[in-house]
């Protein structure tokens, strides 16, 4: 009986006991090559959402069953597979791989290992990002990635940068497609991230790697991926900061000397048709004037009553303006605070909460002009049954810029001998004051972005992890504010004469809303038969996108001091739906894909690539565009043949794809439907201005009006030497865009009206990406050092290759042919030496205005058609004289990054620019006063034709000799001529004769 009853015991403890035995803590330590622990390790149990994270020291513990399979990742390292032993300890030592094949990196909809990427796919770590000193991740990814190319407009704090991948992708522009969290964004949306909150960026740079999200990212995807809390039971508090100061760079610095600029422009004025009165006087006591304070500033005011007109102020500064408007440097300062880590047991809690401040300085050194950054984010993750992991991303964030009204960079409209500001202390009455009254007085522009972005995603895993299926719901919601103020101010025009100017003043609020919602549901299924590998993913995307301004202005404030909309009195607000430029408007997007990977013995790729997309942005007849694409890979290293090359040479992969996208960036969000203007009369009927509307327009020809089509080829390679040391990867590609936006035809101006826009024009791209990068690590003082550099070089050219424009018309917006960028212009043939040069050879036609006379030392331009003119055709087919000189478009991009670290030193080194590119100097910023009689003058200005030396009679008019450098300008210089406004471009040769002194004879100049 005894017997009995502790059998059956044995029966009932059996499974508990099997139970125990199945289940146990698995500890150990996670170390590199070295023995170094390689904190923030994580352990995920294969086919589980079970995950544990090394500590400071290396060491994990993870709950695990005998024969599981832990998966072992780190940032910079290899991934490695390790089996669960009875023992229960485990010792792993991951190997370092910065830049290796083996590196697991984001793609559209899932990750890879970078050995198994057959499209051209670029992964920056985080960290590189938060490694350097900037204001947001937009300034920190300039150069670091090859065919992405970021350009900045200006350095106003906050801008915004203009994006691309691979070049020019349409003439109506076209931008990559931005995914934060897997959540497509709009450009600016980069400038709400901390960039400490970055965990990964990805650029997928062909059609093969981003046909999976469709005809929205026809020029490439920017994948940026935020960081997450990590299980493990590891609390940990960071906190980071930096403190920089940034410097203004290249500056157009003028002539400052009051004489030199009073008699050059006297001299360019009179030699020119511009009225003298009113440009170039230069009286006596003028003269007498420059040339005191030339000589010593101190030895005369520089603002008194005009001699002539004792009620008016006179102005004889010499201003260097660049430096009163301008700071030598700013101070920008960034903070961010973040808690991460997990609860304990089974089912843990990952959680990430940050916070971030950030301000950035602008360089107006008068008035305050900043940009901030508040944020806040909460990333919470929990695991509420062991095949279903839920996760929550909240970004709440607000952005302000305040700047003043005036645009500072009038401060290029500036002359020397102006003086801000009056005895009195009233503002000048020339353009430095009024410049200077309008920025410190003229009324502030404070923009204000405020807003929160929460996506909630559900990850569910069956079939012990092949099948995953992934829900996401994102929600954005903003409030955009704009605080506009153009006040009056004060400006003294002499000792008793104060006037108000800008008046009546205007004030103005926009506030504009943004709404998206973004659905996605897609699955993942992985098997593996054999040495056959697949990988299919299947999914549904929906998005609606809606931006709503409303602008409110009034003149005619009660008091400068209270720039408040309600304290305006002017008779006619104006109520405008439109706002940050940019009118109402709201777009929708539905899209179906599916994507096939088989990969063979780990040697032989494949990806086939589906989806279908439907925009509101076009007609119900064309919305739909179809987007297959295909890619694939030869891991030719994995071959046996390929063992004998060892280390030395060791990955050699060989990449290629298609893809057909759609770009529905095609300006009017709906061009396609036509619709009646209103305006209000201009008669009265019965005492009122009736309200009428007019006659539609035809924008774009509704029934030729869909999709543009990119198709994309690619073939590229990666190479690994040195066991992947040193790594080299190249692509080249040839993009061909198709039934651009564009008018139906060029139309004879006499018409009156453009032709509608249909889908009419071709552009084809080509270009290459080269990137070379070496990575190591080697003991120095028994600690290890660690050296990452790398080169990118990389170019692109695009070509028109259909426009209807038959006669090339250079008026035209392009012609086929084209090379996008070109300047035409005319060949310098040196200068006139002698009126028989002159005689020989008609210029006429160039002159402008026909107002002035050829001399000896005028420019001479070769005579392309031999005609003995100089004429400016008015088309490609017909040039006359005109030939392609240069080219707009940057040339041959180029980056180097070097990473050093030692002993929790680091170092980084950067740099980026652009190898070729012409500039059109199209602005007498360039010319000076040889183009219009009120600009600056600046050193290359003083390099120019003198057919004789001044005689000791007309020295002695001017001021003593002083020691000032000449600035001579090399020969074959290539600038724009100065008075030709229609002109494309001009090469021109400057004369280098220098004199031995300040000399200002009679010359032709422009």
Partial sequence: ????????????????????????????????????????????????????????????????????????????????????????????????????????????????????????????????????????????????????????????????????????????????????????????????????????????????????????????????????????????????????????????????????????????????????????????????????????????????????????????????????????????????????????????????????????????????????????????????????????????????????????????????????????????????????????????????????????????????????????????????????????????????DVRTVNTPGVISNVNGTVKQDIYDLFGNYNKTFGEHEFKLTAGYNQEYYQWDPLSVSRNQLISPGLPFIHLTVGTEPTIQQTGFGSPYYDYAVRSYFGRLNYTFSNRYIIDLIARRDGSSRFPPTNRWAFTPGISGAWVVNREKFWEAMGTAFSTFKIRGSYAKQGNQSVGEYYGYIQNLPKGTSGYLVDGVRPPITGSPGLTVDPTNYTWEQVATTNVGTDMGFLNDHLNLAFDYYIRKTSGMLAPARVLPAVLGTAAPKQNAADMETKGWEFTLGYNTSFDVANKPFSLNAKVQVWDSKSKITKYDNPLGLFGAAYRQGQTVGELWGLQNDGLFASKEEIAALDQSAIIPWGELDIVPGWPRYKDMDGNKKIQLGLSDKDPKDLRIIGNTQPRYRYSFNLDLGWNNIDLSVFLQGVAKMDYYPHHYLFWGLYQQPYANIYPWNLDFYRPTAATDAEKATFRRRISMPVWPMPTSTRITPCCNPGWQTTTIEMATATQPDWIFPRVNTC
Avoid: C
Wanted: proline share 6%; hydrophobic share 35%; glycine share 10%.
């Fill in 1 to 496: 009986m005894t017997r009995s009853i502790y059998l059956v015991l044995l029966l009932f403890l059996l499974p508990a006991a099997s139970a125990i035995a199945q289940t146990k803590k698995i500890t150990g330590f996670v170390k590199d090559e070295s023995g170094a622990p390689v904190v923030n390790a994580t352990l995920l149990v294969r086919g589980t959402t079970i995950t544990a994270l090394a500590d400071t020291l290396g060491m994990f513990v993870v709950p695990a069953k005998e024969k599981d399979i832990l998966t072992v990742s780190s940032v910079g390292y290899e991934t490695k597979e390790i089996p669960v032993t009875a023992s229960g300890t485990l010792d792993i030592v991951l190997k370092k791989n910065d830049q290796g094949m083996d590196e697991v990196v984001v793609v559209g909809y899932g990750t890879q290992r970078r050995i198994n990427v057959s499209g051209a796919v670029d992964q920056i770590a985080g960290k590189k990002i938060a490694e350097r000193p900037v204001a947001n991740i937009l300034q920190g990814l300039q150069g670091l990635s090859a065919g992405l190319n970021i350009s900045y407009a200006g350095g106003a704090p906050g801008a915004v940068p203009n994006i691309n991948i691979r070049g020019m992708g349409s003439i109506n522009g076209g931008s990559p497609l931005i995914l934060i969290d897997g959540v497509a964004s709009q450009n600016d949306d980069l400038l709400r991230l901390n960039p400490s909150d970055v965990e990964s960026i990805t650029t997928l740079r062909d059609g093969g790697s981003a046909a999976i999200y469709g005809a929205r990212a026809a020029f490439g995807v920017l994948m940026i991926t935020t960081k997450k809390g990590k299980a493990g039971g590891k609390q940990v508090i960071s906190y980071n900061n930096y403190f920089a100061l940034s410097k203004r760079t290249v500056m157009p610095d003028p002539i400052t000397d009051p004489f030199i600029y009073k008699k050059l422009r006297k001299l360019a004025i009179d030699n020119s048709p511009w009225n003298t009165p009113n440009y170039g006087t230069f009286l006596p006591w003028e003269q007498t004037w420059a040339k005191q304070r030339s000589e010593d500033p101190s030895s005369a005011p520089e603002v008194m009553p005009n001699p002539d007109k004792p009620a008016e102020w006179a102005y004889m500064g010499n201003y260097n303006f660049n430096d009163y408007f301008f700071s030598n440097s700013n101070f920008s300062t960034y903070h961010t605070l973040s808690f991460s880590g997990s609860s304990a047991g089974k089912a843990p809690i990952t959680y990430l909460l940050s916070a971030d401040y950030t301000k950035e300085n602008g360089l107006i050194k008068i008035t305050k002009n900043d940009w901030n950054r508040y944020g806040l984010r909460a990333n919470l993750g929990i695991n509420p049954v062991s095949w279903l992991k839920v996760e929550d991303n909240l970004t709440t964030y607000q952005l302000i810029k305040d700047m003043p009204t005036y645009n500072v960079t009038d401060v290029y409209y500036t002359q020397p001998v102006n003086v801000p500001k009056n005895p009195d202390g009233t503002w000048g009455n020339n353009s430095a004051g009024i410049l200077a009254g309008g920025l410190v007085d003229g009324g502030r522009n404070m923009e204000t972005r405020f807003g929160f972005t929460n996506i909630l995603r559900g990850v569910a895993t069956f079939l012990k992890g092949d099948l995953i299926f992934t829900g996401t719901m994102s929600h954005k919601r903003e409030l955009w504010k704009s605080d506009y103020s153009s006040l009056p101010f004060n400006v003294g025009y002499g000792p008793s």
